[in-house]
């Protein structure tokens, strides 16, 4: 069976010429002619007849896109994968450009209860090249660049951490697709072992870490991986992660009303990482067909003073895409062919 390009690194590719008898430099070549030139054949790069068949043991494979929607400063597209299995991917214009939510998996075992997505039993993870196809078919079927990636879609990012790894290593590559590093983040709803080793690996990306409650009874009930990490060894690993990699971590914040949106939570939210050097993203939910609803703005402005007032830096979240159903928390991946 072929191997796709797309899930390759660098590293790897210099690895597979090696064993190849070739030279490794060629795998810059390669990058910069597929990435950045476009090409979409071996053929198309000059390189002897004896490099092109070692290079046949590689395909360019990339979803296919099944729905395309487009509501100006939000898209989202459909992609069946090679198995039959899809997976969503949502283009956010925002001022700086371009910035894009990949999906990591197929379907999510978190069970996050706010989240549509982790209503979708996971089914398995996407490759690198997977994870990639998605960059490339937005830019496609867009006719866009891509400026910046939130690793941020359907999955939990660290219960697929070997793919998510080379896919960052991959898209800001400077002869790939050269997205800047300080513009890609992962998002991970807290594993904590997995968040040390991102630190150990120094990805050459940021970390936001879902945390959506103040206090480990609610953030329980909310979210059943804290009760395996429970909120203080989340924050310590974020803590370290930011100590190895100089790197500040966000911390994102789901705001449901009702639930966890009062100005007493946003106290106890100040006290918990009081003396932390996180910064708070605050997230307005996007109602799907749970039972959580959107707190009103006066609420969600509210919250944030307080934060404020209690020296925590904290910013509230452009909302995009809820008109396509392609906002935060609301990607379901469903495809019915008409």
Do not use: W
Request: charged share 30%; aromatic share 8%; with cysteine.
């Amino acid at each position: 069976m072929k191997m796709n390009f797309y899930d390759l690194t660098v590293d790897k590719l210099k690895e597979f010429l090696s064993e190849q008898n070739e030279n490794p430099s060629k795998a810059l070549i390669l990058f910069d002619g597929i990435y950045r030139k476009g090409f979409k054949d071996f053929g198309q790069f000059g390189f002897s007849e004896r490099v092109v068949n070692k290079l046949s043991a590689f395909k360019l494979d990339m979803p296919e896109v099944k729905r395309k929607l487009d509501g100006g400063d939000a898209a989202k597209l459909l992609l069946k994968l090679s198995d039959g299995n899809f997976c969503e991917t949502v283009l956010m214009r925002q001022k700086f450009g371009n910035c894009v939510c990949v999906s990591t998996q197929v379907g999510c075992n978190m069970g996050c209860k706010f989240c549509r997505s982790g209503m979708l039993r996971k089914q398995r993870n996407l490759s690198a090249g997977e994870i990639v196809g998605q960059l490339m078919a937005i830019s496609k079927e867009f006719s866009c660049r891509i400026d910046g990636v939130s690793v941020m879609g359907i999955g939990e990012p660290f219960d697929n951490f070997s793919a998510v790894a080379d896919f960052c290593s991959i898209i800001t590559e400077d002869k790939g697709l050269a997205v800047s590093r300080r513009k890609v983040t992962v998002s991970t709803c807290g594993i904590v072992p997995k968040i040390k080793e991102f630190a150990e690996i120094k990805a050459p990306v940021s970390l936001a870490i879902s945390l959506h409650a103040p206090n480990d009874k609610l953030r329980s009930m909310l979210m059943p991986i804290n009760k395996v990490y429970p909120i203080k060894d989340v924050l310590d690993a974020a803590e370290y992660y930011s100590q190895k990699t100089n790197k500040r971590v966000t911390l994102e914040y789901i705001l449901l009303a009702g639930i966890n949106d009062s100005e007493a939570h946003a106290k106890e939210l100040s006290e918990l990482i009081r003396g932390r050097d996180f910064y708070i993203n605050l997230i307005p939910y996007n109602e799907t067909d749970t039972e959580f609803k959107k707190p009103s703005y006066d609420v969600v402005d509210n919250f944030c003073r307080v934060l404020k007032e209690n020296g925590v830096v904290a910013t509230k979240r452009k909302e995009f895409g809820a008109e396509l159903k392609a906002a935060c928390g609301q990607l379901a991946s469903v495809y019915e062919d008409n």
